[in-house]
């Protein structure tokens, strides 16, 4: 088989049944672990969002700012060359040191006096986890053939979901019973823990070996890899529907929980129960319902990687605007199921497109490249974004401008339809040919 594998067509019958051993099942789970607790750091701040206002004295923006553009700024970029790295050296070291650096960040964040001193440790979090999730799908495309990735890239991708409930429901339950800072040290605990177990589950697997052999070929070049994503409009537009889409799932994530407080009157220990099971169940099915589709419908087109998040985007909207609406938050969480379920078919397809489209020995910096456009879009901007428009509208609506910010995310999930569809239609041309 020719190293370079970025056409394949229909997957066979015997790729898609093709068995899957114990040990990759555990490794699987493993890194699912180590994924859920990046992403239950990634949260916290913005579960405890209100709470920590009260305590460092800070605005939506600087909220904003935090946990988007000063978070992004580190986690994107330093992605690049940490996935460059990972590509030519030990991926399970590189994620093992990554876990290690961002929960000893998370520790210092609930050390924090003020709010320079907690801008600086969430960048440094940002640091770390830019190690985390690339290696991860490189090391999990070498443990599943193609016709599995979509399944195994789908449960790891039920990490958010999962961490994200665990934050809401652990972080509201800390803070509302002791201080908002136990919960950042406790997890960061946690994660220090798990840097040290993970080299002894994960063994690093060979590059390529279940794509026909494994990869003999020179190691990919950090400047050939990156001329050769950006030059793939398949690639690009992944990457660009995929950023539009987080502009809206990170914009809202990051306020949901003040939103939900502030303006509809929900407290602490609820949010801890209630909007904790939404995100959990609602985010975790869409994402493990996703995966299970792509390897479905992938065998017979690729065109299922764009159309999968079309149609769940678009039905996504009218909810989106009913939670947003909603006078009461016991409606508005029945209505946010809508989203938090079709929110996230981009996510399992985006990742099992530049998987399979690039050679073996480029997925981890691949990844890091997906990663680095789609977070530093959404991840950076959103948040930012949502901050800022909600301290532009209190003038003007002092007791509902963040139900306005959120009001103004609705023209990106049209913006990522349509980068989506355009997807789509070069899969189809390209089919055709």
Not at 234 to 244: D, E, I, R
Request: charged content about 10%.
């Amino acid at each position: 088989m020719n190293a370079h594998s970025s056409v394949r067509g229909p997957i066979s019958d015997k790729e898609a049944s093709q068995p899957v051993g114990g040990r990759a099942w555990l490794v699987l789970a493993m890194l699912w672990f180590v994924y859920v607790l990046n992403f239950l750091d990634r949260q916290l701040m913005s579960i405890l969002a209100k709470p920590i206002q009260d305590t460092l004295h800070v605005s939506d923006s600087q909220l904003g700012l935090i946990g988007g553009l000063y978070f992004a700024m580190f986690y994107c970029f330093i992605a690049i060359p940490v996935g460059w790295l990972a590509d030519r050296t030990n991926r399970v070291a590189v994620l093992s040191l990554a876990c290690g650096i961002w929960s000893a960040a998370t520790v210092a964040c609930g050390l924090s006096r003020g709010y320079g001193e907690f801008a600086f440790a969430r960048m440094t979090v940002g640091f770390g986890e830019a190690g985390g999730v690339p290696p991860s799908y490189a090391i999990i495309s070498d443990y599943f053939p193609a016709g599995r990735r979509g399944t195994a890239l789908g449960i790891y991708n039920l990490g958010p979901p999962v961490g994200a409930a665990l934050g809401i429901a652990f972080g509201a339950a800390i803070a509302a019973a002791f201080n908002w800072r136990y919960a950042f040290v406790i997890l960061g605990v946690v994660g220090l823990v798990a840097a040290v177990i993970l080299p002894l589950i994960v063994k690093e697997p060979p590059r390529g070996g279940l794509d026909g052999a494994e990869i003999k070929v020179a190691k990919a070049g950090f400047w050939s890899t990156l001329k050769m994503f950006f030059s793939r409009p398949t690639l690009v537009l992944a990457a660009l529907g995929s950023g539009a889409t987080q502009f809206v799932t990170y914009g809202l994530g990051n306020f949901t929980t003040l939103f939900l407080m502030r303006e509809k009157g929900m407290a602490l220990n609820e949010v801890a129960v209630w909007y904790a099971l939404v995100v959990g169940v609602g985010m975790s099915a869409g994402i493990f319902v996703s995966g299970r589709v792509i390897d479905r419908f992938r065998k017979k087109s690729k065109v299922v990687y764009a159309m999968a998040p079309v149609i769940s985007l678009t039905l996504a909207i009218p909810f989106y605007v009913g939670f947003v609406w909603a006078p009461t938050w016991p409606l508005a969480l029945a209505l946010l199921i809508g989203p938090t379920f079709l929110n996230y078919f981009y996510l399992s397809s985006s990742v099992a497109l530049v998987q399979e489209e690039v050679r073996p020995d480029q997925r981890v910096m691949s990844g890091a490249l997906l990663l680095l456009v789609m977070n530093f879009i959404g991840l950076g901007l959103g948040p930012t974004y949502v901050g800022a428009a909600s301290d532009f509208f209190k003038a003007s609506h002092p007791h509902n401008s963040l139900q306005m910010a959120l009001y103004t995310l609705i023209p990106f999930y049209v913006i990522a339809i349509g980068l989506f569809l355009w997807l789509a239609r070069i899969f189809r041309r390209a089919e055709q040919s």
